[in-house]
């Protein structure tokens, strides 16, 4: 028995509302939803919180703005071009004001969103 062919999915960012999330506003273009194995954010980061994932893996692309991203402890200055890779288990958050575009894999679930000291 074959495994049904999964289907591409295309799709802008102004087809999407961004959402509230611990780090600010995420426009979730792709998602679990889709039936994709991998998920496509575009996030507004301004004052996260500090959040972990158990099961996924993010990559950080900084696409405009500037500031801050913590990774269990330490702090890194973001700006346009840089590319962060960030393990599950790793908590993060990030503050000033840029947005990144973030490849979660596998595809990112709401429940997998661990707020710290909540």
Not at 48 to 70: K, P, W
């Amino acid at each position: 028995m074959s495994t049904p062919k999964r289907q591409p999915v295309v799709r802008h960012r102004d087809e999407v509302e961004p959402v509230p999330c611990p780090c600010g506003w995420s426009t979730r273009i792709i998602t679990a939803d889709d039936g994709a194995a991998m998920s496509a954010h575009v996030t507004h980061i301004t004052q996260g919180a500090a959040h972990f994932h158990e099961i996924t893996d993010e990559m950080y692309y900084i696409i405009e703005g500037e500031g801050y991203l913590e990774l269990d402890g330490r702090t890194y200055p973001v700006r346009p071009g840089l590319a962060i890779y960030i393990p599950a288990g790793v908590t993060h958050r990030g503050w000033g004001d840029f947005k990144a575009l973030i490849v979660v894999n596998p595809a990112f679930d709401p429940d997998d969103e661990i707020v710290v000291g909540s």
